[in-house]
């Protein structure tokens, strides 16, 4: 892994903590592993295995789209690595470091933004149905759809019928991905 991409540098603090961060997790810390983490890490964004693949043959380039799936599995697996899909169709598979927290993704239907939010709802939920039904959460899956303000603004002016504010949600960090 080279400084150049934005990738941990052998011996630095960031590979030193994704070695520890897979030992911690009962793994082995492959160049594999390493590669795929810190490709995550540092994206600061959502990549399908193709989007990884890519760039890991940028570092590594005998690593096969095979490997790369591998490697995912075992490290969502282990809570690593967060699986998400950005529509109720499933058909994108992404993926994102688990070290960015619970989160949570609102995806318009319009311009296809992608707004990143935390909101302490879903976390009252899970509770709620904890204590009425008995059972533990390990992960919550929820997927938003709508028009962002922008969309809503344009698909009112052009129906008539008012807009829909995303401003209205409440929400604690909202960033556009």
Not at 23 to 30: E, P
Not at 33 to 50: K, V, Y
Not at 56 to 83: E, F, G, S, W
Not at 117 to 129: D, R, V
């Amino acid at each position: 892994m080279t400084h150049e991409q934005g990738l941990a540098v052998p011996g630095s603090q960031q590979e030193a903590h994704l070695r520890q961060s897979l030992r911690a997790a009962g793994l082995r810390a492959t160049p594999q592993r390493l590669l795929l983490l810190s490709i995550l890490e540092q994206s600061g964004r959502h990549l399908d295995a193709q989007e990884l693949h890519s760039a890991a043959r940028r570092q590594m380039p005998n690593i096969n789209l095979a490997t790369v799936y591998r490697v995912l599995d075992a490290l969502k697996r282990h809570r690593l690595v967060r699986q998400q899909y950005f529509g109720r169709d499933h058909k994108r598979e992404l993926f994102e470091s688990a070290s960015s927290g619970e989160h949570y993704h609102f995806t318009c239907l319009g311009c296809g933004a992608v707004v990143e939010f935390s909101t302490a709802l879903i976390e009252q939920a899970q509770q709620e149905l904890a204590a009425s039904l008995g059972i533990t959460f390990t992960h919550a899956c929820v997927c938003f759809e709508g028009y962002c303000q922008e969309c809503a603004r344009e698909r009112s002016d052009r129906s008539g019928a008012p807009a829909n504010h995303w401003d209205d949600l409440t929400t604690t960090g909202g960033k556009r991905r």
